[in-house]
DNA sequence: GGAAGTCAAGTCTTA
DNA sequence: TAAGACTTGACTTCC
């Protein structure tokens, strides 16, 4: 990426080659806060167990029929405001990959067609990122299990909806169990042995602020020819030896291409005047630049507390996507 | 309508 | 040992 700055009259004038997508992650502030609260608009309506035992699984699966209702408004409203790039929501379905609870998506088939197909109509992206319980390389048999069923879940959603292969599952190597070089053994047998096709066609790892670097995880990507999502926030906190993230990106959009995937990173920026690691961990509200050294092809999703207005922010401080 | 307490799941770090 | 961080607060109860 190149960047020029002037200020011809007086008005900060910052240019970028870069011309991927810029998205944002699961909820829209805007269409969130509307009042009445009856007439918000978002996809994470959730509930308690208890509830389930309650009012009965038809009642949950409802909660999931209004989560993608609720998401083809958001996708109008993204390309409104010119973006086109997304990650859904992992509560989009209730408990659907829980072990009593669980159920298919089946029964919301046409309704998440349709979801695919508006975003197919719009070129939007959109992808997923399962939570931090998703443990493929874990010590507990019952944890595995778990994760998987939560990939498979995810990886149903966007079967569903038609999306090709753009349509990743970004996930973290999580814990190391006290031996790295082990546990991404176990990493690796269990996405090569136990992952059924579908999954890990979408599947994507990315770097970490704790446990796993972008540098650590790359041979096996490169090997099982899994993606890598480079998370530029957490490579600060948690540096690649020896590698840059030029460098690193470099690597990892080469596997993204020869899957036949458009590559795509994480970006996001720590809290203003955050000192301590924790404070650092977190994310700010706004973004305040792109990062050095961005390739101009990729889409890159912003992480940030103000979600989609961060993104449009950047458009701003750019001159990104600007209508005519 | 708002406040407080609670909620499926894992792991690690810091206070 | 508890709290907070992570991709994301939302639900439930009580006032």
Redesign the pocket.
Known sequence: MSIERGHAHGIPDVQTTFNGRLGY???NTVL?NKK??SEAV?C????????IKKNGIDWVKN?GRKNAQDLMEIIEWNERNNIRFM?I???MF?????ETYGYSLTYCAPLLAQVGDLAKKYGHRLTV?P???T?LG???EG?VR?SIR?LEYHCEMLDLMGIGPDGVMVI?G?????DKKATLERIRKTIRDDLPKNVRNRLVL?N????YTAADLLPLCADLDVPLVF?YH?DTLNPSRGLTPAEITEQANAIFRRRGIKPKQHYSEPREGAI???ER???SNRCQSLPAGLPDDMDLMI?A?DKEQAVLQLYRIYNLHRDP
Request: glycine share 8%; charged share 25%.
């Open positions: 992650a699961c909820l969130r009445p609260a978002f994470s309506r959730t509930c308690r167990i208890n509830s909660l990650r929501s992992s509560d209730p408990f659907a990959s829980h990122h939570g931090q319980f443990q874990s010590l507990r944890v778990s939560e973290h999580g814990g190391v169990y006290g990315e970490d602020e704790v446990s998370d957490h301590s690691i924790m961990r977190a994310h992480e507390k």
